[in-house]
């Protein structure tokens, strides 16, 4: 019966199958959406956690499965979108989790403010929406520099960019340490309230993405390492080839010499 089906309809042959990867993309888009709703600050994602994971989990899995789908049909992947270094695909998930970051505490502080909820370390709400801000920014030049869109002299794997990469990895250790600590707006993912000492903390974003930022950070430092590795074994490459394109030259001109 499974045959017969697949004979008579087929998904991913109509249209070429173009009708699949719509649909792929438009679920994508709607995941987006319904993850910023019900995971935003105080959202319902936090009353369930079922419902977080689960609409994280629904998100992730169609982009993979739109990612497969480009991949089957010859159309840019993520793997060719970030293969120019051992470095770019990381950055890319620190430019992600930074946006996440400062979104949440952006959402977070303006919550906060409208119900004139007075919490202990609610001047720190700021410096949240700063660290995904600044990160971001940084990130996204980076990524820029990989495809030479700017400051085409600096290559992966050069100073510049491990320099860059241990200042955001201080960066970020500094921010978890102090917006991950007891009573800080990213101190927890559910969020509590205690009436009796008049404080309120709301369920976000803001702890995960903290940790993954900081996560993508530390793999940059790494992966620098194998970049570098790499681009020093390329100019011994292109070291050697220069030489084996000289000694023909040299060898003709001996012989016109004796000649």
Not at 86 to 112: C, H, I, N, R
Not at 149 to 169: F, N, R
Not at 173 to 189: E, F, K, N, P, Q
Request: charged content about 20%; some cysteine.
């Amino acid at each position: 019966r499974v045959d017969y089906l697949h004979g008579k309809f087929d998904f991913k042959e109509i249209k070429d199958g173009k009708l699949e990867g719509s649909t792929l993309l438009f679920l994508c888009v709607w995941w987006i959406c319904g993850v910023g709703i019900m995971t935003r600050a105080d959202g319902i994602a936090y009353r369930v956690l079922n419902t977080y994971f689960s609409s994280w989990f629904a998100f992730v899995m169609c982009v993979v499965t739109l990612n497969q789908w480009c991949v089957e049909k010859e159309i840019i992947s993520i793997k060719e979108l970030t293969r120019l270094s051992q470095t770019l695909p990381y950055w890319y998930a620190l430019f992600l989790f930074s946006v996440v970051e400062m979104g949440s505490a952006a959402d977070v502080l303006v919550k906060l403010r409208t119900r004139n909820i007075d919490i202990a370390g609610e001047s720190k709400g700021e410096y949240a929406v700063a660290v995904g801000a600044v990160s971001a920014v940084v990130s996204l030049l980076a990524i820029m520099i990989h495809y030479q869109l700017i400051c085409s002299k600096i290559q992966p794997g050069e100073g510049t960019e491990i320099l860059v990469a241990v200042l955001l990895c201080v960066w970020w250790i500094v921010a978890v340490s102090l917006l991950t600590a007891d009573r800080a707006v990213g101190s927890t993912l559910q969020g509590r309230c205690n009436v009796g000492d008049s404080y309120e903390l709301l369920g976000s974003n803001l702890y995960l993405s903290l940790w993954l930022g900081l996560y993508s950070a530390v793999q940059i430092c790494l992966k620098w390492k194998a970049q570098r590795a790499l681009g020093t074994m390329k100019d011994v490459i292109k070291s050697q080839q220069f030489e084996k394109d000289k000694e023909p030259e040299s060898s003709s001109h001996a012989e016109d010499a004796d000649y």
